[in-house]
């Protein structure tokens, strides 16, 4: 059993800034890649960024520059420094992580529940 818990969303007037966490737990060996996704009302869900076990990142278009993913591995733990933030960014923003729970087992894909981010003045 893994347990993805996100923390940090609220609510923060526009071009202010939030960092968002996600701590993993259970049975971790180790995590591959962890991300952070984000599903506007009316929208599909989309990645916004990823970091993988090397710590090579990649970023969705709209949040280059603004958004920086960073991983503590020996937390089991990713974060999300969100500056210079929109409106557009408001979504409830969700973390996901490839885990293995065995040393020689292939991951598996786990979803915490979510955070909501809102950006309004």
């Known amino acids: 059993q893994v347990q993805l818990v996100e923390s940090g969303g609220g609510l923060v007037q526009p071009g202010g800034s939030l960092r968002l966490s996600c701590a993993a737990s259970?049975?971790?060996?180790?995590?591959?890649?962890m991300g952070w996704y984000r599903q506007a009302p009316g929208k599909q869900r989309e990645l916004v960024a990823g970091i993988i076990s090397g710590g090579s990142t990649n970023y969705a278009d709209s949040v280059k520059g603004r958004f920086t993913i960073s991983r503590d591995n020996g937390k089991n733990t990713v974060y999300l420094q969100m500056n210079s933030l929109k409106p557009e960014d408001t979504a409830v923003y969700y973390c996901?992580?490839?885990?293995?729970?065995?040393?020689?087992?292939?991951?598996?894909?786990?979803w915490g529940q979510g955070t909501q981010v809102t950006v309004s003045s």
């Open positions: 996901s992580a490839y885990v293995r729970t065995t040393g020689w087992g292939r991951p598996y894909d786990y």
């Open positions: 259970g049975s971790i060996f180790s995590i591959d890649a």
